[in-house]
C-alpha cells in the first residue's frame, strides 16, 4: 500500500455553481476564506479556487484574484497552497488564459492541456507558456481530460516541447461520458497510459466522487474534491458544506495508511 502522503485539495465552488445549486458554494473571497479554513481543519492541502465577477460569472481577473487571494491567506496562512484556475468555462481563449497566468503569476496553477493547446497558440507559444511556468516555479497542475490528452503530454514532454520540471497531473474521471456519471474503472485508461515521472491527481463528477478518489488514492495518487464536481457524500445525502467531502477524502486516506500531506510537503515537491 502507498505510504506517500495524500494530497487533498479542495475545490470548493468551480465556473458554474451557485447558491441556487448548493447554499454553502462559497461566491465571494469572504465566503472561500471561511471555506478554506474548514477544509484546511478537515483536512486539506491546497484550495483550487474560481472568483466570479459582479454578477456572479465566471472571471479570470487579476485584481479579483488578487482580493481573494489576499482574503483565503488572511485566513489559513502558508498551510494551505493556493491553486487559481485558467479554466475558459465557455468565456475565455487561450490567449486571454495565458495572459492572466503571466500577469497574477500565482503560487500554483492548473492548465488544461487542451484549452491552451490551440491554434491560435501553436507549440512554440505552448513551449514558452511551459518555460515561463517552469522558470517561475509556478506550481502547475496539468489537467488531463482522456488518455489521448495524456499521449499529447507524454509527446511534448519527450520532444522537449514541454521542459523538466515538477509538474502535477489531474486526471478528470467522466466529463465527456453521459450525465458527467464517473466510474473508478475510469482510471485504468489513464493509468496504464501513464509513463511518465509526474505524480497525479483525480477529480470525479457527482455521488460517485468518493469511490473514484478512494480508488485513486489506493493506486499511489492523489486527490481533489468539492462541489466544483459533486454535492452528495458518500451515502448519497447531501454534503452540509465542501469540509464534510474532505474529511470523507481524509479517513478513506486513513483506511489506506495513508498519511496526509501538509502543504510544507506539496511545496517541497513541487516548488521547484
Known sequence: MPSTPLIITSAPNGAYKLHSDHPAVPLTPSALALTARQCLDAGAAML?????????????????YRDALSAVRAAVGDQMVLQVTSEAA?????????????ELRPEAVSVGLREVDQAEIGEPGLADFFGWLARERVMTQVILYDSADLQRWQSLRER?????????????LGRYTAGQTSS?????????????????????????????VTAAAALGGHVR????????LKDGSRAPHNAALVAQAAEAAASLGRPLATARHIRERFAG
Open 225 to 232: 474534491v468539492g462541489f466544483e464536481n459533486n454535492l452528495q
Open 160 to 172: 522537449g516541447a514541454v521542459p523538466e520540471a515538477p509538474w502535477f497531473l489531474l486526471f478528470v
Open 184 to 212: 473508478p474503472l475510469d482510471l485504468v485508461p489513464f493509468v496504464h497510459a501513464h509513463t511518465g515521472p509526474e505524480p497525479w491527481a483525480v477529480c470525479a463528477f457527482g455521488s460517485t466522487e468518493h469511490a473514484c
Open 90 to 102: 465557455r468565456v475565455y481563449h487561450a490567449p486571454a488564459q495565458i495572459a492572466m497566468v503571466r
Open 48 to 64: 483550487h479556487l474560481h472568483i466570479r465577477d459582479a454578477q456572479g460569472h465566471h472571471s479570470l481577473d487579476v485584481e479579483g
